[in-house]
Protein backbone atom coordinates (compact mmCIF):
# COMPACT_ATOMS: atom_id res chain seq x y z
CA UNK A 1 0.00 0.00 0.00
CA UNK A 2 1.95 3.48 -0.78
CA UNK A 3 1.86 5.75 2.32
CA UNK A 4 -0.78 7.70 3.10
CA UNK A 5 -1.25 11.51 1.36
CA UNK A 6 -0.26 10.10 -2.28
CA UNK A 7 -1.80 9.75 -4.90
CA UNK A 8 -3.80 6.01 -5.65
CA UNK A 9 -6.60 4.83 -7.58
CA UNK A 10 -10.07 4.97 -5.32
CA UNK A 11 -12.42 1.86 -6.11
CA UNK A 12 -13.62 0.91 -9.11
CA UNK A 13 -16.87 2.61 -10.63
CA UNK A 14 -20.09 0.82 -10.59
CA UNK A 15 -21.55 2.06 -13.15
CA UNK A 16 -25.70 2.22 -13.92
CA UNK A 17 -27.09 2.11 -16.93
CA UNK A 18 -28.78 5.24 -17.32
CA UNK A 19 -29.27 7.39 -20.54
CA UNK A 20 -28.85 10.74 -20.64
CA UNK A 21 -31.91 12.68 -22.24
CA UNK A 22 -31.13 15.47 -24.85
CA UNK A 23 -32.74 18.82 -23.33
CA UNK A 24 -35.95 19.38 -25.14
CA UNK A 25 -36.57 15.64 -25.80
CA UNK A 26 -39.70 14.19 -23.83
CA UNK A 27 -38.39 11.33 -21.70
CA UNK A 28 -40.62 8.28 -22.04
CA UNK A 29 -42.52 7.94 -18.83
CA UNK A 30 -41.44 11.00 -17.27
CA UNK A 31 -44.26 12.91 -15.58
CA UNK A 32 -44.54 16.28 -14.64
CA UNK A 33 -45.45 18.23 -11.42
CA UNK A 34 -49.13 19.09 -11.34
CA UNK A 35 -49.33 22.92 -11.67
CA UNK A 36 -52.44 23.29 -9.20
CA UNK A 37 -54.49 20.36 -11.12
CA UNK A 38 -53.94 22.31 -14.57
CA UNK A 39 -53.05 19.41 -16.79
CA UNK A 40 -49.27 19.27 -16.93
CA UNK A 41 -47.47 20.59 -20.23
CA UNK A 42 -45.83 18.13 -22.59
CA UNK A 43 -41.90 16.99 -21.45
CA UNK A 44 -40.62 19.18 -23.94
CA UNK A 45 -38.38 22.24 -22.83
CA UNK A 46 -39.34 25.13 -24.98
CA UNK A 47 -37.39 27.44 -26.35
CA UNK A 48 -37.79 31.46 -27.34
CA UNK A 49 -35.81 33.98 -28.66
CA UNK A 50 -32.86 32.89 -30.71
CA UNK A 51 -33.60 29.41 -29.88
CA UNK A 52 -30.92 29.32 -27.27
CA UNK A 53 -32.65 30.25 -24.28
CA UNK A 54 -35.25 27.25 -22.53
CA UNK A 55 -38.61 28.82 -21.35
CA UNK A 56 -39.66 25.69 -19.76
CA UNK A 57 -37.74 23.26 -17.78
CA UNK A 58 -38.38 20.72 -14.64
CA UNK A 59 -36.16 22.24 -12.26
CA UNK A 60 -34.45 25.49 -12.21
CA UNK A 61 -31.04 25.50 -10.56
CA UNK A 62 -29.90 29.24 -9.38
CA UNK A 63 -26.13 28.81 -8.98
CA UNK A 64 -23.55 26.65 -10.51
CA UNK A 65 -21.32 25.92 -7.36
CA UNK A 66 -21.16 22.04 -6.28
CA UNK A 67 -25.00 21.85 -5.22
CA UNK A 68 -26.04 23.41 -8.68
CA UNK A 69 -24.05 20.97 -11.14
CA UNK A 70 -24.07 18.20 -8.83
CA UNK A 71 -27.90 18.85 -8.77
CA UNK A 72 -28.01 18.85 -12.12
CA UNK A 73 -25.65 15.91 -12.92
CA UNK A 74 -28.26 13.71 -10.61
CA UNK A 75 -31.58 14.81 -12.04
CA UNK A 76 -30.35 14.08 -15.69
CA UNK A 77 -29.09 10.96 -14.56
CA UNK A 78 -33.18 10.18 -13.73
CA UNK A 79 -34.50 11.65 -17.18
CA UNK A 80 -35.21 14.98 -15.57
CA UNK A 81 -34.32 17.76 -17.35
CA UNK A 82 -32.89 20.80 -15.55
CA UNK A 83 -31.21 24.37 -16.39
CA UNK A 84 -28.61 26.09 -14.57
CA UNK A 85 -28.22 29.84 -14.00
CA UNK A 86 -25.07 31.37 -12.71
CA UNK A 87 -24.22 35.20 -12.19
CA UNK A 88 -20.57 34.64 -12.67
CA UNK A 89 -18.66 33.64 -15.86
CA UNK A 90 -17.26 29.88 -16.36
CA UNK A 91 -13.92 30.88 -15.89
CA UNK A 92 -14.36 32.76 -12.78
CA UNK A 93 -16.56 29.62 -11.03
CA UNK A 94 -13.55 26.96 -12.45
CA UNK A 95 -11.31 28.88 -10.53
CA UNK A 96 -12.74 30.13 -7.51
CA UNK A 97 -10.02 28.54 -4.85
CA UNK A 98 -12.12 26.73 -2.10
CA UNK A 99 -12.48 23.70 -0.48
CA UNK A 100 -10.37 20.84 -1.00
CA UNK A 101 -11.60 18.07 0.98
CA UNK A 102 -13.75 15.49 -0.42
CA UNK A 103 -15.33 12.70 2.33
CA UNK A 104 -15.63 9.67 0.99
CA UNK A 105 -18.87 8.85 -0.29
CA UNK A 106 -18.47 12.46 -2.25
CA UNK A 107 -16.07 10.94 -4.31
CA UNK A 108 -17.55 7.47 -4.32
CA UNK A 109 -20.54 9.55 -5.96
CA UNK A 110 -18.85 11.03 -8.65
CA UNK A 111 -17.18 7.60 -9.34
CA UNK A 112 -20.50 5.49 -9.44
CA UNK A 113 -21.94 8.66 -11.48
CA UNK A 114 -19.39 8.68 -13.86
CA UNK A 115 -17.52 12.04 -13.65
CA UNK A 116 -15.24 10.14 -11.27
CA UNK A 117 -12.28 9.81 -13.56
CA UNK A 118 -9.67 13.02 -12.47
CA UNK A 119 -10.30 12.95 -9.01
CA UNK A 120 -9.67 9.06 -9.16
CA UNK A 121 -6.35 9.85 -11.20
CA UNK A 122 -5.35 13.29 -9.40
CA UNK A 123 -6.95 13.57 -5.84
CA UNK A 124 -5.15 12.45 -2.96
CA UNK A 125 -5.99 10.15 -0.86
CA UNK A 126 -5.79 10.41 2.72
CA UNK A 127 -6.23 7.75 5.29
CA UNK A 128 -5.29 9.75 8.53
CA UNK A 129 -4.77 13.20 9.71
CA UNK A 130 -2.61 14.70 12.33
CA UNK A 131 -3.83 16.87 15.57
CA UNK A 132 -0.61 18.79 16.51
CA UNK A 133 -0.25 20.53 20.38
CA UNK A 134 2.09 21.16 22.76
CA UNK A 135 4.78 20.95 20.14
CA UNK A 136 3.61 17.37 19.25
CA UNK A 137 1.83 15.90 17.14
CA UNK A 138 -0.74 13.31 16.57
CA UNK A 139 -2.11 10.84 14.48
CA UNK A 140 -6.01 10.09 13.69
CA UNK A 141 -5.72 6.84 11.63
CA UNK A 142 -8.94 7.76 9.80
CA UNK A 143 -9.36 4.57 7.89
CA UNK A 144 -8.60 2.29 10.47
CA UNK A 145 -10.64 3.37 12.66
CA UNK A 146 -13.57 4.10 10.16
CA UNK A 147 -13.32 0.52 8.50
CA UNK A 148 -11.26 1.63 5.36
CA UNK A 149 -13.11 5.02 4.50
CA UNK A 150 -11.22 7.60 3.42
CA UNK A 151 -11.06 10.94 2.24
CA UNK A 152 -9.94 12.73 -1.23
CA UNK A 153 -7.68 16.10 -1.33
CA UNK A 154 -8.99 17.63 -4.40
CA UNK A 155 -9.70 21.34 -5.24
CA UNK A 156 -13.46 22.14 -5.05
CA UNK A 157 -12.37 24.00 -8.51
CA UNK A 158 -11.75 20.50 -9.93
CA UNK A 159 -15.13 19.01 -8.59
CA UNK A 160 -16.80 22.17 -10.21
CA UNK A 161 -14.56 21.81 -13.13
CA UNK A 162 -15.39 18.03 -13.99
CA UNK A 163 -19.12 18.89 -13.73
CA UNK A 164 -19.32 21.57 -16.07
CA UNK A 165 -17.41 19.21 -18.50
CA UNK A 166 -19.96 16.76 -18.17
CA UNK A 167 -22.96 18.24 -17.87
CA UNK A 168 -22.46 20.51 -20.95
CA UNK A 169 -20.83 17.24 -23.15
CA UNK A 170 -24.16 15.87 -22.95
CA UNK A 171 -26.25 18.20 -23.91
CA UNK A 172 -27.37 20.02 -20.44
CA UNK A 173 -27.88 23.58 -20.19
CA UNK A 174 -26.02 25.80 -18.16
CA UNK A 175 -26.27 29.43 -18.87
CA UNK A 176 -23.04 32.18 -17.31
CA UNK A 177 -23.15 35.67 -16.68
CA UNK A 178 -27.10 36.04 -16.29
CA UNK A 179 -27.71 39.45 -14.51
CA UNK A 180 -30.60 40.12 -11.71
CA UNK A 181 -31.74 36.63 -11.13
CA UNK A 182 -35.18 36.58 -9.39
CA UNK A 183 -37.67 33.82 -8.66
CA UNK A 184 -41.43 34.51 -8.00
CA UNK A 185 -44.79 32.21 -7.93
CA UNK A 186 -42.88 30.14 -5.62
CA UNK A 187 -46.07 29.53 -3.50
CA UNK A 188 -48.00 28.25 -7.17
CA UNK A 189 -47.87 24.89 -8.79
CA UNK A 190 -45.87 27.16 -11.45
CA UNK A 191 -42.64 28.53 -10.12
CA UNK A 192 -40.89 31.10 -12.65
CA UNK A 193 -37.15 32.47 -12.97
CA UNK A 194 -36.69 35.92 -14.41
CA UNK A 195 -33.23 36.78 -15.47
CA UNK A 196 -30.85 39.07 -17.72
CA UNK A 197 -28.48 38.27 -20.16
CA UNK A 198 -27.11 40.64 -22.68
CA UNK A 199 -29.44 43.43 -22.01
CA UNK A 200 -32.53 41.01 -22.70
CA UNK A 201 -34.70 39.84 -19.71
CA UNK A 202 -35.72 36.12 -19.60
CA UNK A 203 -38.35 34.03 -17.80
CA UNK A 204 -38.00 30.17 -17.17
CA UNK A 205 -41.19 28.50 -16.22
CA UNK A 206 -40.38 25.45 -14.00
CA UNK A 207 -42.02 22.64 -12.15
CA UNK A 208 -39.40 23.03 -9.44
CA UNK A 209 -36.54 26.01 -8.37
CA UNK A 210 -33.90 24.71 -7.03
CA UNK A 211 -31.68 27.62 -4.74
CA UNK A 212 -27.94 26.39 -5.22
CA UNK A 213 -27.02 30.01 -4.64
CA UNK A 214 -24.95 30.24 -1.80
CA UNK A 215 -24.71 31.82 1.47
CA UNK A 216 -25.18 35.76 -0.44
CA UNK A 217 -27.75 34.15 -2.90
CA UNK A 218 -31.38 35.56 -3.96
CA UNK A 219 -33.56 32.84 -3.33
CA UNK A 220 -33.41 32.07 0.35
CA UNK A 221 -34.45 36.35 0.78
CA UNK A 222 -37.07 35.85 -1.67
CA UNK A 223 -39.16 33.40 0.94
CA UNK A 224 -41.54 35.57 2.09
CA UNK A 225 -40.69 37.18 5.92
CA UNK A 226 -41.86 35.06 9.14
CA UNK A 227 -41.08 31.70 6.91
CA UNK A 228 -38.00 30.71 7.72
CA UNK A 229 -36.04 30.64 11.26
CA UNK A 230 -32.04 31.51 11.12
CA UNK A 231 -29.71 30.19 13.31
CA UNK A 232 -26.29 31.30 13.86
CA UNK A 233 -22.99 31.47 15.46
CA UNK A 234 -19.93 34.03 14.51
CA UNK A 235 -16.97 33.48 15.73
CA UNK A 236 -14.19 35.80 17.11
CA UNK A 237 -11.57 35.05 14.48
CA UNK A 238 -10.99 33.91 10.35
CA UNK A 239 -8.83 32.45 8.44
CA UNK A 240 -6.00 34.07 6.61
CA UNK A 241 -5.30 31.37 3.85
CA UNK A 242 -2.76 30.88 1.15
CA UNK A 243 -1.83 28.66 -1.97
CA UNK A 244 1.80 28.31 -2.17
CA UNK A 245 4.07 26.78 -5.02
CA UNK A 246 5.49 24.26 -2.75
CA UNK A 247 6.05 20.63 -1.85
CA UNK A 248 3.85 20.10 0.90
CA UNK A 249 6.00 19.38 4.79
CA UNK A 250 4.02 16.56 5.46
CA UNK A 251 2.50 13.36 3.86
CA UNK A 252 -0.95 14.02 5.46
CA UNK A 253 -3.34 17.32 6.79
CA UNK A 254 -1.97 18.93 10.04
CA UNK A 255 -4.32 20.67 12.14
CA UNK A 256 -2.65 22.52 14.82
CA UNK A 257 -3.82 23.95 18.40
CA UNK A 258 -0.74 26.51 19.31
CA UNK A 259 -1.28 29.74 21.93
CA UNK A 260 -1.04 32.20 18.95
CA UNK A 261 -3.37 30.53 17.56
CA UNK A 262 -5.10 27.65 15.12
CA UNK A 263 -2.80 27.13 11.87
CA UNK A 264 -3.34 24.25 9.16
CA UNK A 265 -1.17 22.43 6.97
CA UNK A 266 -3.32 21.20 3.96
CA UNK A 267 -2.05 20.79 0.38
CA UNK A 268 -3.66 20.53 -3.48
CA UNK A 269 -1.04 18.24 -5.01
CA UNK A 270 2.21 17.46 -4.72
CA UNK A 271 3.71 20.80 -5.25
CA UNK A 272 1.03 22.66 -4.19
CA UNK A 273 0.88 23.70 -0.42
CA UNK A 274 -2.71 25.47 0.94
CA UNK A 275 -2.53 26.56 4.48
CA UNK A 276 -4.19 28.80 6.78
CA UNK A 277 -3.73 31.10 10.15
CA UNK A 278 -6.11 31.72 12.33
CA UNK A 279 -6.24 35.63 12.56
CA UNK A 280 -9.09 38.48 14.17
CA UNK A 281 -12.62 38.44 12.37
CA UNK A 282 -11.49 42.06 11.10
CA UNK A 283 -7.98 41.21 10.20
CA UNK A 284 -6.92 42.93 6.85
CA UNK A 285 -4.95 41.13 4.13
CA UNK A 286 -2.47 44.18 3.59
CA UNK A 287 -1.12 44.06 6.98
CA UNK A 288 0.33 40.51 6.05
CA UNK A 289 3.75 40.38 4.03
CA UNK A 290 5.03 36.97 2.62
CA UNK A 291 7.64 36.93 5.57
CA UNK A 292 4.96 37.89 8.58
CA UNK A 293 2.71 34.74 6.82
CA UNK A 294 5.79 32.28 6.76
CA UNK A 295 6.98 33.01 10.07
CA UNK A 296 3.81 32.89 12.06
CA UNK A 297 2.74 29.36 10.05
CA UNK A 298 6.19 28.54 11.03
CA UNK A 299 5.85 29.38 14.80
CA UNK A 300 2.42 27.87 14.94
CA UNK A 301 3.07 24.37 13.58
CA UNK A 302 6.42 23.58 14.93
CA UNK A 303 7.13 20.63 16.90
CA UNK A 304 9.73 19.93 19.59
CA UNK A 305 11.46 17.36 17.12
CA UNK A 306 12.20 20.16 14.50
CA UNK A 307 9.38 20.15 11.79
CA UNK A 308 10.50 21.74 8.81
CA UNK A 309 8.18 23.80 7.04
CA UNK A 310 8.67 24.62 3.60
CA UNK A 311 8.06 27.98 2.55
CA UNK A 312 7.56 29.45 -1.13
CA UNK A 313 6.08 31.81 -4.11
CA UNK A 314 2.45 32.75 -2.43
CA UNK A 315 0.06 32.48 -5.00
CA UNK A 316 -3.54 33.18 -3.84
CA UNK A 317 -4.09 34.36 -0.31
CA UNK A 318 -7.37 35.94 0.89
CA UNK A 319 -9.19 35.93 4.29
CA UNK A 320 -12.16 34.03 4.94
CA UNK A 321 -14.83 34.61 8.36
CA UNK A 322 -16.13 31.30 10.09
CA UNK A 323 -19.60 31.28 10.64
CA UNK A 324 -21.97 28.63 11.49
CA UNK A 325 -25.57 28.98 9.58
CA UNK A 326 -28.74 26.88 9.54
CA UNK A 327 -32.13 28.16 7.78
CA UNK A 328 -35.21 25.89 8.61
CA UNK A 329 -37.38 24.95 6.76
CA UNK A 330 -35.07 24.48 3.80
CA UNK A 331 -37.86 24.46 1.63
CA UNK A 332 -40.54 26.95 0.51
CA UNK A 333 -43.62 25.76 -1.69
CA UNK A 334 -41.76 24.70 -4.86
CA UNK A 335 -38.82 26.46 -3.93
CA UNK A 336 -36.10 24.04 -2.54
CA UNK A 337 -32.64 25.35 -0.58
CA UNK A 338 -29.46 23.36 -1.16
CA UNK A 339 -25.74 24.07 0.25
CA UNK A 340 -24.51 27.50 1.43
CA UNK A 341 -27.51 28.59 0.45
CA UNK A 342 -29.41 27.24 3.30
CA UNK A 343 -26.63 26.42 5.84
CA UNK A 344 -22.97 27.44 6.41
CA UNK A 345 -20.52 26.22 8.52
CA UNK A 346 -16.90 26.77 9.95
CA UNK A 347 -14.09 25.39 7.44
CA UNK A 348 -12.60 23.53 10.31
CA UNK A 349 -14.35 20.52 9.78
CA UNK A 350 -13.84 20.48 5.91
CA UNK A 351 -17.32 19.71 5.38
CA UNK A 352 -19.28 22.45 3.41
CA UNK A 353 -19.00 21.54 -0.13
CA UNK A 354 -19.57 18.06 0.96
CA UNK A 355 -23.03 18.79 2.88
CA UNK A 356 -23.62 20.72 -0.29
CA UNK A 357 -23.43 17.13 -2.31
CA UNK A 358 -25.66 15.22 0.71
CA UNK A 359 -28.35 17.90 0.20
CA UNK A 360 -28.53 17.42 -3.60
CA UNK A 361 -28.50 13.56 -3.04
CA UNK A 362 -31.46 13.92 -1.08
CA UNK A 363 -32.87 16.20 -3.42
CA UNK A 364 -32.34 14.20 -6.03
CA UNK A 365 -33.65 11.28 -5.27
CA UNK A 366 -36.71 12.60 -4.45
CA UNK A 367 -37.74 14.42 -7.70
CA UNK A 368 -37.24 11.43 -9.33
CA UNK A 369 -39.49 9.09 -6.87
CA UNK A 370 -41.79 12.10 -7.76
CA UNK A 371 -41.79 11.92 -11.17
CA UNK A 372 -41.75 8.27 -11.74
CA UNK A 373 -44.67 7.46 -9.26
CA UNK A 374 -46.10 11.12 -8.79
CA UNK A 375 -45.86 10.50 -5.28
CA UNK A 376 -44.48 13.36 -3.23
CA UNK A 377 -43.95 12.21 0.31
CA UNK A 378 -39.74 12.52 -0.31
CA UNK A 379 -40.09 16.14 -1.32
CA UNK A 380 -42.20 16.39 1.33
CA UNK A 381 -40.28 15.31 3.70
CA UNK A 382 -36.93 16.98 2.29
CA UNK A 383 -35.98 19.56 4.66
CA UNK A 384 -36.86 16.91 7.57
CA UNK A 385 -34.12 14.28 5.89
CA UNK A 386 -31.81 17.14 5.21
CA UNK A 387 -31.79 18.92 8.57
CA UNK A 388 -31.18 15.43 10.31
CA UNK A 389 -27.18 15.61 8.81
CA UNK A 390 -26.90 19.03 8.82
CA UNK A 391 -26.99 19.62 12.41
CA UNK A 392 -24.67 16.25 12.87
CA UNK A 393 -22.50 18.30 10.71
CA UNK A 394 -22.85 21.95 12.26
CA UNK A 395 -21.83 19.93 15.56
CA UNK A 396 -19.10 18.45 14.51
CA UNK A 397 -17.78 21.74 12.92
CA UNK A 398 -18.15 23.70 15.61
CA UNK A 399 -16.71 20.92 17.74
CA UNK A 400 -13.60 21.24 16.22
CA UNK A 401 -13.52 25.06 16.14
CA UNK A 402 -13.97 25.08 19.54
CA UNK A 403 -10.83 22.54 20.20
CA UNK A 404 -8.76 23.62 17.92
CA UNK A 405 -9.03 27.83 17.96
CA UNK A 406 -7.51 30.21 20.45
CA UNK A 407 -10.18 31.98 22.21
CA UNK A 408 -8.42 35.12 23.77
CA UNK A 409 -7.20 34.85 26.87
CA UNK A 410 -9.47 32.47 28.39
CA UNK A 411 -6.98 30.26 30.63
CA UNK A 412 -9.78 27.77 31.38
CA UNK A 413 -11.33 27.33 28.03
CA UNK A 414 -7.35 27.06 27.31
CA UNK A 415 -7.16 23.94 29.58
CA UNK A 416 -10.72 22.46 28.32
CA UNK A 417 -9.17 22.49 24.72
CA UNK A 418 -6.14 20.90 26.08
CA UNK A 419 -7.93 18.19 27.99
CA UNK A 420 -10.17 17.62 25.33
CA UNK A 421 -7.36 17.18 22.63
CA UNK A 422 -5.28 14.78 25.09
CA UNK A 423 -8.64 12.76 25.22
CA UNK A 424 -8.88 12.58 21.30
CA UNK A 425 -5.77 11.34 20.49
CA UNK A 426 -5.41 8.82 23.74
CA UNK A 427 -9.01 7.08 23.85
CA UNK A 428 -9.68 5.19 20.70
CA UNK A 429 -13.80 6.03 21.23
CA UNK A 430 -13.23 9.31 21.24
CA UNK A 431 -11.02 9.49 18.00
CA UNK A 432 -13.45 7.07 16.45
CA UNK A 433 -15.65 9.83 16.52
CA UNK A 434 -13.51 12.55 15.27
CA UNK A 435 -13.04 10.23 12.35
CA UNK A 436 -16.44 8.93 11.53
CA UNK A 437 -17.63 12.34 10.72
CA UNK A 438 -14.39 13.20 8.88
CA UNK A 439 -14.95 10.72 6.84
CA UNK A 440 -18.21 11.75 6.77
CA UNK A 441 -21.97 9.98 7.20
CA UNK A 442 -23.03 7.70 4.35
CA UNK A 443 -24.86 8.96 1.21
CA UNK A 444 -27.40 7.14 -0.72
CA UNK A 445 -25.18 6.11 -3.59
CA UNK A 446 -26.67 4.43 -6.61
CA UNK A 447 -25.58 1.24 -6.83
CA UNK A 448 -25.70 0.58 -3.15
P1 LIG B 1 -21.31 28.11 -3.80
O1 LIG B 1 -20.09 27.34 -4.06
O2 LIG B 1 -21.22 29.40 -3.09
O3 LIG B 1 -22.05 28.30 -5.19
C1 LIG B 1 -23.13 29.17 -5.34
C2 LIG B 1 -23.14 29.65 -6.78
O4 LIG B 1 -24.26 30.51 -6.98
C3 LIG B 1 -23.83 31.64 -7.72
N1 LIG B 1 -24.77 32.73 -7.44
C4 LIG B 1 -25.74 33.10 -8.28
N2 LIG B 1 -26.09 32.66 -9.51
C5 LIG B 1 -27.13 33.26 -10.12
N3 LIG B 1 -27.82 34.29 -9.55
C6 LIG B 1 -27.52 34.76 -8.34
N4 LIG B 1 -28.20 35.77 -7.82
C7 LIG B 1 -26.42 34.16 -7.65
N5 LIG B 1 -25.84 34.38 -6.45
C8 LIG B 1 -24.85 33.50 -6.33
C9 LIG B 1 -22.42 31.88 -7.25
O5 LIG B 1 -21.67 32.65 -8.18
C10 LIG B 1 -21.91 30.46 -7.11
O6 LIG B 1 -21.34 30.00 -8.33
O7 LIG B 1 -22.38 27.24 -2.95
P2 LIG B 1 -22.66 25.65 -2.98
O8 LIG B 1 -22.81 25.16 -4.37
O9 LIG B 1 -23.72 25.44 -1.99
O10 LIG B 1 -21.29 24.99 -2.45
C11 LIG B 1 -20.84 25.21 -1.12
C12 LIG B 1 -19.31 25.19 -1.07
O11 LIG B 1 -18.80 26.09 -2.04
C13 LIG B 1 -18.78 25.57 0.31
O12 LIG B 1 -19.59 25.00 1.32
C14 LIG B 1 -17.32 25.09 0.51
O13 LIG B 1 -16.45 25.81 -0.31
C15 LIG B 1 -16.91 25.23 1.97
N6 LIG B 1 -15.50 24.84 2.20
C16 LIG B 1 -15.15 23.53 2.33
N7 LIG B 1 -16.06 22.55 2.15
C17 LIG B 1 -15.68 21.24 2.19
O14 LIG B 1 -16.55 20.36 2.05
N8 LIG B 1 -14.37 20.86 2.38
C18 LIG B 1 -13.38 21.80 2.56
O15 LIG B 1 -12.22 21.43 2.67
C19 LIG B 1 -13.76 23.18 2.58
N9 LIG B 1 -12.81 24.14 2.74
C20 LIG B 1 -14.52 25.84 2.29
C21 LIG B 1 -13.17 25.45 2.59
C22 LIG B 1 -14.82 27.19 2.10
C23 LIG B 1 -13.83 28.14 2.20
N10 LIG B 1 -14.18 29.49 1.93
C24 LIG B 1 -13.46 30.32 1.05
C25 LIG B 1 -15.53 29.93 2.25
C26 LIG B 1 -12.17 26.41 2.72
C27 LIG B 1 -12.50 27.76 2.56
C28 LIG B 1 -11.40 28.77 2.77
C1 LIG C 1 -8.23 22.87 2.37
O1 LIG C 1 -7.38 22.09 1.93
O2 LIG C 1 -8.54 23.90 1.76
C2 LIG C 1 -8.86 22.59 3.67
C3 LIG C 1 -8.51 21.45 4.36
C4 LIG C 1 -9.13 21.17 5.59
C5 LIG C 1 -10.06 22.05 6.10
C6 LIG C 1 -10.41 23.20 5.40
C7 LIG C 1 -9.81 23.47 4.17
O3 LIG C 1 -10.63 21.79 7.31
New binding site residues.
Partial sequence: MPPPGTARPVREPVREPVGEPVLGEPVAGRRRLPEDGRPSRPGAAGHRGEGAWPVRTQVGI?????????LSHLLARHGIESVV????SRE??EQ????????ND?VELMVRTGVGDRVRREGLVHEGLELRYAGRGHRIALSELTGGRSIT?YG?QEV?KDLIRSRLDSGGTIHFE????DVHDLDTGAPRIT?GHGGERHELACDVIAG????????RPAIPAGVLTGYERVYPFA?L?ILAATAPSATELIYSYHQRGFALH?MRSPSITRL?LQVPPDEQIDGWSDDRIWSELDTRLSTTDGFALAAGPILER?I??LRSYVVEPMQYGRLFL?????H??P?T?????????A?VCVLAGALARFYATGRTDLLDGYSRACLRRVWRVQHFSWWMTSMLHRAGDDEFGHRLQLSQLDYVTSSRAAATTLAENYVGLPLPLPGS
Fill in positions: VGAGPAGLFLESRYVRLRAGVLETVQVVSDVFCDGFHGITWGSYGTPAGDAAIVAGAKGLNLAVD
